[in-house]
């Protein structure tokens, strides 16, 4: 896949190094930053020009630094429940013989059975199989496969200033350590946490505005509202409801495959299931002099 021999055991090596720095955050803040932008960014350079190459080293470093991640996460959530590391260990790994034998399956049965399927122009809407995970690692790989990350964002690209980010993201805690150091009775400035705030818009894509604002309504209103009124619930149940939603959407979704989106049954056509969200000029080039059916030409 393009890849040499020495891609994989760089992308491995970062795994190795990035896995206990990043499962600190994770313990500490629930939240997972992923090397996806350093890996591809780091290849980019060193491997221009090359797609497939770019989304196996990316495959390799971010899929690996993740993966082990979730097996630390199983390891702990082991710990308290007082089950012994080796029976964790061997079911976690016949769980992922498993998994990956499962999902391989889907994926062929999917991409074989389903007419037109991550095209969706030719989907109707509401349509489920318009792949937007997939997407991204298309348009990441000729970002930083095709074109480089030298000619969008090196010396030879129009995004060069973009770099400049770097040196923000380095510096932006600095502040925020500051003013928790001269207001010190200012107990909410040290909840502040600038990585986790930045590191939050890696979350975005493949998802779109309406996806968002349905998390944000509910996180309000549980980790405010009902913390605020009702602590003693809040404690003893958020959690388990939280998990409860999460299994919920998974159990509905595979219910409603089976049962309409099987049959071409896509429910109710409503503002929410348009890609678009709402913001047509958000796909148009903003490159001078590029015409495109419905879209403003820039001089």
């Known amino acids: ?21 990043i499962g600190v955050i994770t313990a500490t803040t629930n939240q997972q930053p992923g090397l996806n932008v350093i890996t591809e960014l780091i290849i980019g350079y060193m491997y221009p020009g090359r797609p497939l190459a770019n989304i196996t080293f990316k495959t390799y470093g971010y899929t690996s630094t993740s993966q082990a991640i979730m097996f630390l996460s199983d390891f702990k959530l082991g710990h308290y429940m007082k089950i012994p ?19 391989f399956g889907t994926a062929w049965w999917l991409l074989t059975s389903v007419e037109n399927i991550c095209n ?4 109707p809407e509401g349509s489920p199989w ?27 690209g129009l995004y060069s200033k973009m770099n400049y980010f770097f040196l923000i993201g380095l510096l932006a805690p600095v502040p925020v350590w500051i003013l928790s150091r001269k207001f010190p009775e200012k107990t909410w400035i040290k909840l502040i ?19 968002y604002m349905c998390w944000f309504a509910v996180g309000i209103f549980f980790n405010l509202v009902v913390y605020k009124r009702y602590k003693g619930w809040w404690v003893r149940h958020n959690y388990i ?21 099987i049959r071409d049954i896509n429910g109710p ?18 490159a ?12």
């Open 241 to 261: 409801l939280s998990a409860g939603l999460d299994a919920g959407v998974a159990f509905l979704a595979i219910l409603v495959y089976f049962t309409l989106q």
């Open 130 to 156: 318009t792949c937007p995970g997939d997407d991204v690692f298309y348009n990441a790989s000729i970002i930083w496969g095709v074109v480089g990350p030298m000619r969008m964002f090196g010396r030879l």
């Open 288 to 299: 001078p002099g590029i015409q495109v059916e419905g879209c403003p030409v820039f001089h």
């Open 85 to 103: 590391p080796k029976s964790m260990f061997v079911v976690q790994l016949v769980g992922t013989i498993i998994a990956s034998s499962v999902y």
């Open 120 to 123: 969706p122009s030719k989907l």
């Open 1 to 21: 896949l393009q890849l040499p021999y020495w891609g994989v055991l760089l992308a491995i090596g970062l795994a190795f190094i990035f896995t206990l720095p």
């Open 269 to 286: 056509t409503w503002w929410g299931l348009e890609l678009s969200d709402h913001c047509p000029l958000a796909t148009c080039p903003t």
């Open 193 to 211: 946490n600038v990585p986790i705030i930045l590191g939050g818009t890696g979350g975005m894509p493949s998802a779109r505005a309406v996806n």
